[in-house]
């Protein structure tokens, strides 16, 4: 049976040229779960949402977060990254092994997200197969759509972290095979990162990857320490992301590597050439000490970059936020290292958060037509000021961001299905 619906208010998208299109007091046709047009005529004999006076956006996509360390986020935050992980990372994922806990924790994870800015996302869940596959569930339920992953461990990390290398595998297998019918939320190979993963491991992901098609996530290029690790494990790579290649678990099949934040230059070719997607994390960059990802340099390399919260090195679930915070950074990287490096304008940034990173998972992040039709609803009359009527859409978005990002959203559809 057709679905047909519109929404009514303020619309406004980034096009293919990284500019913004608006669309003032106009209906967005909803046929299916797609988007059909965006139209001033009044539809005939179909429901209209009345969104009057509201900004009707692109639901944005969370590149990169770890949900089982939201409980703690905002906390912790005077530890670089690797001492970080071993006081308090480690520790709260371990409790995902009691699944009575994995359930209250997950519990208040989903519906957070659920009012929050987020409509696509890929996420980091933990070793606990039986854990992981409650998290899949409710995301399932919820109504929003994005990739998680059963996280691999099986060296360097805390015994009660650490998989016998056959039982990891299995696991990983029987993950995806429960996730079989899913519609919204799909399994994606997550080898934590290099130090935590076995050859023999690594060699087993890849293989499973290739044969389902499923894609791979991981970290790269965070920390220093980090990188000079990797070179130890993996004297052969001529670089972290060589390393990945050289186990075939970079861009065999979609690949998101998040934060990539030291990246050589040699490493800049490999990325675009297999086609990987960064996910930059500038709040959890910031709070972990690991520096300043060179985004502009990306862009113009052309990489593929999505934005990300990284929770709980980022301390905020809103993706709003995470766009100023990377204008911010990308203007202290123009500044303090390379001034050929231009700041993100606002513009950029959130195409790089919508229409960019979308294609990641299809036809995402733009109301095209027969795009998903992913959208979120934002009130921005209730921010305050004398210059409201005088503001263009993109303004208002930009104010909105800027100055309310954070707050639940009015509305979302995923999918054309309203979740919120």
């Known amino acids: 049976m057709e679905e047909r619906f519109a929404l009514f208010g303020d619309i406004i998208h980034s096009e293919r040229d990284r500019t913004f299109k608006e669309f003032r007091d106009s209906y967005l046709m909803i046929r299916n779960g797609r988007v059909e047009k965006i139209t001033k005529e009044r539809p005939e004999g179909v429901e209209v949402h009345d969104y009057r006076g509201m900004l009707i956006i692109p639901g944005l996509i969370d590149m990169h977060l770890h949900a089982p360390q939201y409980q703690y986020a905002g906390l912790f935050m005077d530890e670089e990254l690797l001492d970080w992980l071993n006081h308090h990372t480690f ?6 092994a009691d699944i009575e806990y994995a359930e209250r924790a997950y519990g208040i994870f989903t519906e957070d997200i659920v009012k929050s800015e987020t ?6 869940a933990t070793i606990h197969e039986d854990a992981s596959l409650l998290l899949a569930r409710m995301l399932e339920d919820s109504g929003l759509a994005g990739y998680i992953g059963k996280v691999n461990m099986d060296r360097n990390s805390p015994d009660y972290l650490k998989e016998d290398t056959s039982e990891s595998i299995r696991r990983t297998l029987s993950f995806i095979e429960e996730m079989k019918d899913f519609k919204n939320v799909m399994p994606i190979i997550t080898p934590r990162f290099i130090p935590s993963c076995s050859n023999r491991l690594l060699e087993a992901l890849s293989n499973i990857s290739r044969e389902m098609h ?3 996530q991981s970290h790269l290029d965070e920390n220093l320490s980090e990188i000079e690790w ?7 790579s001529r670089n972290y992301a060589d390393a990945y290649a050289h186990f075939h678990l970079l861009g065999e099949e979609k690949t998101i590597m998040a934060h990539v934040v030291w990246p050589g230059e040699d490493e800049y070719p490999l990325l675009k050439n297999k086609n990987v997607f960064v996910a930059h994390s500038p709040s959890s960059n910031s709070n972990l000490s690991s520096g300043i990802a060179p985004v502009r340099k990306m862009l113009e390399a052309g990489i593929n970059i999505g934005l990300a919260t990284d929770l709980a090195g980022g301390s905020s679930m809103s993706m709003l936020k995470m766009l100023t915070h990377a204008i911010e950074v990308s203007k202290l990287y123009y500044r303090l290292k390379d001034e050929s490096a231009q700041p993100l304008t606002f513009r950029e940034a959130f195409y790089i958060a919508t229409r960019m990173a979308g294609t990641f998972f299809g036809k995402v992040g733009a109301f095209d037509e027969d795009f998903d039709a992913d959208v979120i609803v934002l009130d921005t009359s209730s921010i305050h000021t004398t210059l409201y009527d005088e503001l263009s859409l993109s303004e208002r978005l930009e104010l909105y961001s800027y100055r309310a990002s954070g707050r639940p959203v009015k509305a979302k559809f995923v999918k054309g299905r309203k979740v919120l």
């Open 91 to 96: 520790p709260e994922e371990g409790k995902y």
């Open 119 to 124: 409509t696509r996302f890929s996420l980091f």
């Open 214 to 216: 499923i894609p791979v």
């Open 230 to 236: 990797v070179r130890e494990l993996v004297p052969e």
